[in-house]
């Protein structure tokens, strides 16, 4: 088991940038892949970028390729989505997950373990 708590998150302008971090404890994070989705208006996770357990691979939805980066520091237990350019369409709730039953997965049921959520407004 690993208990995951997100940060960082907040009201920001169109064209800002945020970074996310992911803490975790009570677990050996480097057993597990991370993942980010969002949470939008509609109540619907949706995936956002992945990260395997060595940080050897990464995935990540079309609408943030290019904008998003995720990473991760296994000595410091923290996992983080570095976020450029956000627009309005990137409002929402965003969840940390962690699993280890599947790689690089892209869908919430893959993902045994969440964080509380935080929110994160762009404005036009």
């Known amino acids: 088991q690993v208990l995951l708590v997100e940060s960082g998150g907040g009201l920001v302008q169109a064209g800002d940038s945020l970074r996310l971090s992911c803490a975790a404890s009570?677990?050996?994070?480097?057993?597990?892949?991370v993942a980010w989705f969002r949470r939008d208006p509609g109540e619907v996770r949706r995936f956002v970028a992945t990260?395997?357990?060595?940080?050897?691979?990464?995935s990540y939805t079309d609408s943030v390729k290019g904008r998003f980066t995720i990473s991760r520091d296994n000595a410091k237990n923290t996992a983080f989505l570095q976020m450029n350019s956000l627009n309005s369409e990137d409002t929402g709730v965003y969840f940390c997950?962690?699993?280890?039953?599947?790689?690089?997965?892209?869908?919430?049921?893959?993902?045994?373990?969440w964080g509380p959520g935080i929110q994160v407004t762009v404005s036009s």
């Open positions: 997950a962690a699993g280890n039953r599947y790689s690089a997965g892209t869908y919430a049921w893959q993902y045994d373990y």
């Open positions: 009570a677990g050996i994070f480097s057993d597990y892949d």
């Open positions: 990260i395997t357990r060595t940080g050897s691979t990464t």
